[in-house]
């Protein structure tokens, strides 16, 4: 196989004729809903929680345990966490002890309980990421300290991920970056989700100022009856275009992208909606890509016969969807 690129949002062949690699359309193409709970670990409830890089003292916090990952917000009604811990990626050091016995687990994680000096019935959690020195101090109850230490400890056995990737601790206050691996990914992923790209090379970074936004580049997901992943994307060397998954990764294309970032659908996949989707695909897949100065000021000519990225996403919307939830508008919303 010949050897391929991908630079600035463009799939760069040496060869074009390795288009037909990435176009490969059919009816079959329909809402394949993978997204499930595939940890049973789930808990929920206010902590007091404190940070040890902050010079703050205990704030209290809403913590949420679903799916191998735990969230803080600041109120039980706050719609966006403000950190996660993904225990699935993230190898974790937790310190438990409610001051008798001291508990340890079998596994790296070692957890030890520390009774509280000054209220007989409070117990501390201690969340310390490996290889870094941050952590994260939890108080609350004797009871529901040892609950959150039984399911915390449960959702980091038999972990997927061995190594535990160095891109996790790359930025700062890393927690607050809620991050999937790929099997997560492949498992969530479903037709209308969308899939941005951050890139560092100037005419990405030129974009971005233009756009005003942190994203350059942005393709749709569509999953197949087989369970297949594409991306639909515009691309400036190959017009629109449909990608395998599994190529995408093979090529290692991902590399070439400082940021990639998953935005979740929530839709009316009704038959009607999934056919307007398909229809419009099966006529636009092969067109031209175009992207000017003059698009980010003026508005698309009608008539046109070509799009950029953006425009693209923002027409399979349009033409497939009649009923959005509020909840999918806010995952949906983003400026790229």
């Not at 000519?301 to 969807?321: P, Q």
Request: aromatic share 12%.
């Amino acid at each position: 196989m010949e050897k391929l690129t991908r630079e600035e949002c463009n799939h760069i062949t040496e060869n074009t004729k390795n288009k037909e690699e990435f176009l490969e359309f059919s009816d079959d193409f329909v809402l394949r809903s993978s997204c499930h709970n595939f940890s049973p670990y789930y808990k929920e409830g206010y902590l007091e929680k404190k940070c040890s890089n902050s010079w703050c003292g205990y704030a209290k916090r809403w913590f949420l345990l679903k799916n191998k990952k735990l969230y803080y917000f600041k109120t039980k009604e706050s719609l966006r966490p403000s950190g996660v811990l993904d225990l699935e990626l993230i190898h974790m050091n937790i310190n438990y002890d409610h001051g008798v016995n001291r508990k340890r687990n079998a596994d790296d994680c070692f957890l030890y309980c520390i009774e509280s000096r000054m209220y007989k019935n409070e117990s501390l959690l201690i969340l310390n990421p490996q290889n870094t020195k941050v952590k994260f101090y939890l108080r609350g109850n004797d009871k529901d300290i040892c609950e959150w230490y039984s399911l915390l400890s449960n959702s980091m056995i038999n972990k997927k991920i061995t190594t535990q990737p160095k891109f996790i601790f790359s930025e700062n206050n890393f927690w607050k970056i809620d991050r999937i691996s790929v099997d997560v990914f492949e498992s969530i992923a479903d037709t209308g989700d969308i899939v941005l790209f951050r890139s560092n090379v100037v005419s990405a970074k030129l974009q971005r100022m233009l756009t005003r936004g942190e994203y350059d580049h942005i393709g749709m997901i569509l999953r197949n009856d087989k369970n297949n992943l594409f991306l639909l994307e515009a691309l400036s060397n190959m017009g629109i275009v449909l990608t395998p998954w599994d190529l995408f990764r093979k090529n290692r294309w991902n590399e070439a992208y400082a940021r990639i970032a998953l935005r979740r659908l929530t839709w009316d996949n009704s038959e009607e909606n999934l056919r307007n989707l398909l229809n419009f695909l099966k006529n636009t897949i092969g067109k031209k890509y175009n992207l000017k100065i003059i698009n980010f000021i003026t508005p698309k000519s009608a008539g046109t016969d070509s799009y950029f990225c953006s425009e693209l996403i923002g027409e399979c919307w349009k033409v497939s969807l009649k009923k959005i939830t509020k909840r999918g508008k806010e995952k949906g919303k983003e400026n790229c």
